[in-house]
């Protein structure tokens, strides 16, 4: 294989490694604006709640209850959502991690090969010694 080969792999796999690490940040993200709006439903459930324990009335303790199912409802489908975001973090960090390897062992060799032409020419330039 001759050097702009090896050079054209190296940038196409530096440009899949980038890629990859650019999904995993966006489900990084993800699973950040999940785990954000599962906070936000505890604190509004507690907020509720908080009023809800001020009043007697009982108008305010059956909203509060038909809220309650609401927000359990919500929250099952948030944790839904968590999981599955989860499982495709855990997906794509093997892929951006596989990418990661291909582009490393391939500059790696290509350090080698770069070495042991230097040599090769060191050795040939000397007039064949070592």
């Not at 190296?10 to 490694?17: C, L, N, P, Q, Y």
């Not at 509060?64 to 794509?92: K, V």
């Not at 060799?109 to 020419?121: G, I, M, S, T």
Request: charge should be positive; proline fraction near 0%; glycine fraction near 6%.
């Amino acid at each position: 294989m001759d050097r702009r080969s090896i050079e054209t792999l190296i940038r196409i796999f530096e440009a899949k490694k980038d890629a990859e690490l650019m999904a995993l940040a966006g489900i990084a993200a993800r699973r950040s604006a999940i785990e954000a709006r599962q906070a936000a439903l505890d604190v509004a459930v507690s907020d509720a709640l908080s009023i809800v324990m001020q009043t007697a009335d009982a108008g305010a303790l059956s909203a509060f209850a038909r809220f309650g199912r609401l927000a359990g409802q919500r929250r099952t489908l948030l944790e839904h959502e968590a999981r599955e975001a989860e499982a495709e973090w855990q997906a794509q960090r093997d892929r951006a991690r596989a990418a990661f390897g291909r582009s490393s062992a391939l500059a790696r060799l290509d350090d080698l090969a770069q070495n042991k032409a230097y040599r090769v020419r060191a050795i040939r330039d000397r007039g064949g010694e070592r």
